[in-house]
């Protein structure tokens, strides 16, 4: 999926980023893996499996993503290239291929512990249980995933896509704790981000909401009031406003002030997204 460097190159950049920080090679590898593995890993001569590569990463105080940025040509096509070769299976509901893609790409993992093998079956997996909720995702996957979300350090499209496809996969708490981070390193690191991180908030919400973790749930909404993009779109601003409604609001009122909300989206043509909201006012129990 990504273009990456030869393998020597790869172990050039690494090579490039320990002497930086001024690590020797026997200290950056103890209790991990032998510092002769490491050396041929910078030679180009060897590979190193994701965990450990993610270990060493860590210990340099390196985000794993930025190291990929660093070695990859594509990044951010690779992974929109794979999310539209499987929505159409998505969108048909078509479990089967689903279900086929995600046991290659978790065999392809297995073997040889690539990144794009990883996110790939993760979003894959998450596809699945958004439409089988009773599918088990494999536990590796799991760990990895919340490994991954807690070295970030530098969140743009692909962490914030990767995170809002994933999120089903994730625990109530892990969300919870991943968007406290995203708060602080995009509001006082990077603020190109904050309609990204404002899209990531909402879906928490709604995925919360789904569980019934309402306070957990309240509590995000209202961390997210704290995210000011210079501009919103309309459905980005009706889905805060009709959230606010379903979480603060007793249900007679709810119900009320969010059928105004949709007819304010039928009046401005926008028919298709108005279903969509009066269809989730009836699956999901107004809170009591």
Not at 60 to 85: A, V
Not at 134 to 150: G, P
Not at 178 to 202: C, G, H, P, Q, R
């Amino acid at each position: 999926m990504m273009n990456l460097r030869n393998a020597q190159s790869v172990g050039e950049v690494f090579q490039l980023l320990r002497k930086q920080r001024q690590v020797t090679v026997s200290n950056l590898a103890q209790d991990i893996i032998s510092p002769s593995s490491v050396s041929k890993f910078e030679q180009g001569k060897s590979q190193l499996s994701f965990i450990v590569l993610s270990q060493l990463l860590t210990r340099l105080h390196i985000s794993l993503d930025g190291f990929y940025h660093r070695i990859s040509e594509d990044w951010t096509d690779g992974y929109e290239s794979f999310l539209l070769k499987i929505n159409t299976f998505y969108q048909n509901n078509d479990l089967l291929t689903l279900k086929k893609i995600a046991g290659e790409k978790l065999a392809d993992f297995r073997s040889d512990q690539q990144f794009d093998d990883f996110i790939a079956t993760a979003t894959v997996c998450a596809l699945i249980k958004s439409i089988e909720p009773h599918f088990k995702v494999d536990q590796q996957i799991l760990s990895n995933l919340d490994c991954y979300f807690d070295t970030i350090q530098e969140w743009d499209f692909v962490e914030f896509s990767l995170f809002q496809n994933c999120m089903i996969i994730l625990d109530s708490e892990s969300i919870e704790s991943i968007l406290k981070e995203t708060l602080y390193l995009n509001l006082e690191v990077n603020s190109n981000n904050l309609d990204k991180m404002l899209a990531a908030f909402l879906n928490a919400v709604d995925v919360l909401y789904r569980r019934k973790a309402y306070q957990t749930a309240k509590t995000v909404l209202n961390q997210s009031k704290q995210i000011a993009p210079i501009r919103s779109d309309l459905a980005t601003v009706f889905k805060q406003k009709f959230f606010e409604n379903l979480l603060f609001l007793r249900p007679e009122q709810t119900k009320r002030e969010n059928q105004q909300l949709v007819d304010s989206l039928r009046n401005v043509d926008a028919n298709a997204l108005a279903s969509s909201y009066e269809a989730y006012m009836v699956k999901y129990a107004f809170r009591e």
